[in-house]
């Protein structure tokens, strides 16, 4: 669990474990049962003999740029490396959202999203998003509160990261053995 201070309206924070398999972050809650906005987890799986492990933290905090349209089919773009991407086309949901999945190549020194944009050009960003990865290719599952016939595109976007590395964390700092 980690605590995060001040970060901006639009930022994002992504943190991973280096030789630990680890799961996107999850949501801690408030006693009250409210999503915390300070604190978030990741759940690892990790050898037990490890001694140490390290812990990244990627932060981003720059202005979005749009990498590519799509339009509401879909379709695949092949471009330079880092920059291919296959989209499902846009899926109507039965409870009146949207839901659009993007497979890509963009690497990890990169975050992604997608927005939708109406027809009046307004941006919109998704109410869930999920993703995946194997490898190189990485997946972006995002659903919008909007059907799909009041969207007119949706939009590829990308910013750089800071990256953080805190090395050599110890597994186990309280030695359990007897003194």
């Known amino acids: 669990m980690y605590r995060i201070v001040d970060q901006p309206r639009d930022g994002r924070i992504d943190a991973s474990i280096d030789g630990a398999r680890t799961y996107r972050g999850e949501t801690v809650r408030t006693p009250q049962g409210e999503p915390s906005l300070e604190l978030e ?5 990790m050898a037990v003999e490890a001694p140490s492990l390290t812990v990244r ?16 089919s879909a379709c695949s773009i092949g471009r330079e490396k880092g920059r291919n991407f296959a989209s499902s086309g846009a899926i109507a949901v039965k409870e009146g959202g949207t839901t ?3 497979g890509h190549d963009v690497g990890a020194q ?6 939708a944009v109406d027809g ?9 998003e999920s993703g995946f990865s194997g490898g190189d290719v990485r997946q972006i599952v ?10 007119q595109n949706f939009r590829v976007q990308t910013r750089p990261y800071d990256e953080i590395v805190m090395p050599d964390v110890a597994t186990d700092p309280i030695p359990t053995d007897p003194r």
Do not use: N, Y
Request: with cysteine.
């Open 142 to 151: 995002s659903h919008f509160d909007l059907p799909p016939e009041a969207i």
């Open 100 to 102: 659009l999945c993007l």
């Open 41 to 45: 987890a990741i759940r690892v799986i």
């Open 110 to 115: 990169e975050a992604i999203r997608l927005v």
């Open 57 to 72: 933290f990627r932060v981003t905090t720059a202005t979005w740029r749009t990498v590519e349209s799509l339009d509401k």
């Open 120 to 128: 009046e050009g307004k941006e919109h960003t998704p109410a869930r």
